[in-house]
């Protein structure tokens, strides 16, 4: 037997404004598209901006159903649409924002184990890191270089192969 361990860097900004330019335009794009969410359930609501290599960015939010299963994380919305209307697009780069109607939000909320898997897919299938942005309503922006970074030992299609 052998131990092994596994962990990764990332940064950690006081705010906002100590992001970049680029970084700040996109994060902005996530709250304005987590105003939009669609969450009575959970009243907790959630915005997405994807940058693709085009320079397009692409919005997403929370999309909840009385049939719990059957909503869609704000990741996976903006993800999926990605996909469907920039088909082979570069994802650069991904911002997450999250609120709460009923309490502050001020820490970063990291995307769910299904958004990790989906946003996975994309990063192995382009062969090329998505950095991943994600802040609450407010206060420190964390910032990760790549998704499988936070999807240690993640499956991919190389196990469907035969």
Same mark, same amino acid.
């Given at each position: 037997m052998r131990k092994q361990t596994i962990s990764f860097e990332f940064q950690v900004y006081e705010s906002m404004a100590e992001l970049g330019q680029e970084d700040q335009r996109l994060m902005q794009r996530a709250i304005k598209?987590?105003?939009?969410?669609?969450? +009575?359930?959970?009243?907790?609501?959630?915005?997405?901006?994807?940058l693709l290599e085009n320079g397009e960015v692409v919005i997403g939010n929370n999309q909840e159903n009385a049939s719990y299963p059957s909503g869609l994380c704000a990741e996976r919305v903006?993800?999926?649409?990605?996909?469907?209307?920039? +088909?082979?697009?570069v994802i650069?780069?991904?911002a997450i924002t999250a609120m709460s109607e009923n309490h502050l939000v001020d820490t970063p909320a990291a995307p769910c184990g299904n958004c990790r898997q989906a946003i996975s897919e994309?990063?192995?299938?382009q062969k090329e890191p998505i950095p991943i942005l994600m802040m609450g309503e407010k206060g420190e922006v964390i910032k990760c270089s790549s998704l499988a970074d936070m999807l240690p030992l993640g499956f991919n299609n190389t196990y469907l192969k035969g």
């Open positions: 598209a987590r105003e939009a969410a669609y969450a +009575p359930y959970s009243s907790f609501l959630v915005g997405a901006a994807i903006a993800l999926f649409y990605a996909g469907a209307n920039y +088909p082979g697009m650069k780069a991904i994309y990063e192995f299938r």
